[in-house]
Every structure is written in C-alpha cells, then in structure tokens.
C-alpha cells in the first residue's frame, strides 16, 4: 500500500506542510518557558494547539504536526506526570490534531483542489528532552540502542494513535536516525518521514554528509520522505539537491525564519527571512522538494502565501 505522502503526490504536484506550533503558541501568549515546551499546553491549553492546527489547515497545508515534540515519558515524569497520563497527553496531541482536519474538511468548500489533509505525530529527537539546544549539535555520546531504548516507547504510543505518518524531525545525526529507522521495523504498517537538521549546504548539525544521510535513510521502505528542518534557508537549496540526487524518495523541507536560537536564554535573534519565504518556496520546489512547509518562526500567514504560489506559479 502507498504511503501518505506518495498518495498526495499521485494527484497533487506538492505536499504542503505547516509552520511553525511553538513559536506560533508563544505569539498568541503561551508561556513557553519550560523543558516540555509546547508540550506543556497539552495539558494546559489543548484548545490554543487545536486553533493553530486550524489555522494552518485553513492557510493551505495539507498535514498538521502535533505538539508532541518535547512530548517524552522522560520529560514528562521530571514534572511529576505518570507513564500513563504522559501517553495519554502524546495521544491527545494526535486528537487535538485530527479534531482541526475533520472539522476543516467537513465544510465541502475547503475541498476543491486539496486532498484530504493529514495528522503527522512530532517525535523530537533526543536533543529536545534534554532542552539545552543539543539538537542543534547531536553529540549525545549515546550509542544507537540507547537511543532506540529513548525513542521505543513514545513510538509505540504515536504509532498506534491513529496519526497517518510520524514525522521524526530535527534530527541531528546519521546515528539517530538509524535508530529511528530500526524501529521502524518493529512498528509494520507504520509510516515515518525522516527529517535533519543542518548546520550548513552540505552537512547535518552533527557533521554527517547529507547526501549520504538521504541515500541510506530514504532507502527504508517505511519511510515516506527524507528531508531537513529548521535549518537557515539559505542552506536549503543546496541541501535539497544533494538529497534529492542521492535517492528516490521524496525530499521534505521546512526551514526555520534564518534566525539564531539561543538555547541558554531561549530565545531568537537576528534577521529572518520570512519576507520572500513564499518565492523561496518555490526556488526549493525547482531544487526538487516536494514536500515543503515552514519550521520554527514561520506563521500561517507563510504558509497560505506558500501554498497559493506552489499551486498556482510553478
């Protein structure tokens, strides 16, 4: 059977991702400042995460990413939260998720042109339970059964939710996503994409050649798509085309705004690039993307201008 995103891309040129959930959710006055991040509104404001996803399917995306990312039995349990109460939030993350597209696609006039929309459940990386920026380096000094031993049970929780696809995302190094992708083994049926970090044209955080990254992950057969996230754009292009010549499977790219993220005061600096993010777009579709969307800082208002000039201005 065809994976969700072969089965969009059958019938539509580009699979439009979402932006930005943390950062969107500090915009509209949620206080982020805590290791489980967006997480922590999982169970304090469900209904400001469902309001994003609407938002974003509204604005053109055709999959929502769940507030899942810094979601971790680990993470969770440094607050006082039980196992059970922590899958029960992970799986809430997927409902509040599939709650916005069923409601958006109920309305037969958001249909025309767009296929039915997906739920992609956010597995962070390692990095992101330690919430010191690590995922920006990837130099955990764990081999990679430990880290199939951190991402097994978030897994298997995300994998039987009812979710269409993991997207196992910001991925610092080669090792991680072997582990990522060993897993997969033990979930069939499951789908994931598989998304790197970077810290330049060429190369994950971790220093891992891209090319290569692309060439062995894309070759899983439960993987859907292979790409980077929240990486400057400028890198993009580049990126995209040494992905995209190392292997068959579809290339996936959602960037950061190109600000600087401090991960001692949590905060971002410098100039984005929101500003042509809808022309960049489409520079990184002609590179060979076919899955795109936005990452850290980017808003619906991005991804409705993305997505109206994907459709329309290849």
């Not at 068959?248 to 690039?273: M, V």
Request: aromatic share 8%.
């Amino acid at each position: 059977m065809a994976d969700p995103i072969s089965n969009i891309l059958a019938q539509h040129a580009v699979v439009v991702l979402d932006g930005a959930m943390g950062t969107e959710l500090a915009q509209r006055g949620a206080d982020l400042n805590d290791p489980l991040w967006s997480a922590r509104l999982l169970a304090e404001q469900p209904e400001l995460i469902r309001a994003v996803h609407a938002d974003y399917y509204a604005a053109g995306a055709d999959v929502a990413t769940t507030a899942s990312y810094q979601a971790t039995f680990e993470g969770f349990a440094r607050r006082g939260i039980s196992h059970e109460r922590a899958a029960d939030l992970m799986r809430l993350s997927v409902v509040l998720a599939a709650e916005a597209r069923d409601a958006f696609w109920s309305d037969p006039a958001n249909r025309a042109g767009r296929p039915r929309p997906l739920v992609a459940a956010s597995v962070g990386p390692y990095g992101a339970f330690l919430a010191d920026g690590s995922e920006y380096r990837g130099d955990y000094g764990l081999s990679i059964a430990d880290l199939m031993d951190f991402h097994r049970p978030r897994m298997a929780v995300l994998a039987a939710s009812g979710a269409d696809i993991l997207a196992c995302e910001t991925i610092p190094c080669l090792d991680e996503a072997r582990a990522i992708v060993r897993l997969l083994d033990e979930f069939p049926g499951v789908w994931a994409w598989v998304s790197f970090s970077a810290r330049d044209g060429e190369s994950t955080n971790y220093g891992d050649r891209i090319n290569d990254c692309a060439a062995e992950i894309g070759a899983h057969p439960q993987v859907a798509a292979v790409g980077m996230n929240c990486t400057p754009p400028e890198y993009v292009p580049a990126l995209v085309k040494a992905m995209h010549a190392a292997t068959e499977t579809p290339i996936l790219t959602y960037p950061n705004s190109g600000e600087t993220y401090d991960p001692a005061s949590k905060t971002w600096h410098g100039d984005g690039a929101c500003a042509t993010f809808a022309a960049d777009a489409l520079a990184w579709y002609a590179a060979g993307a076919r899955v795109i969307g936005g990452c850290c800082r980017t808003t619906p208002d991005h991804i409705r201008a993305a997505a109206e000039l994907l459709r329309r201005g290849r």
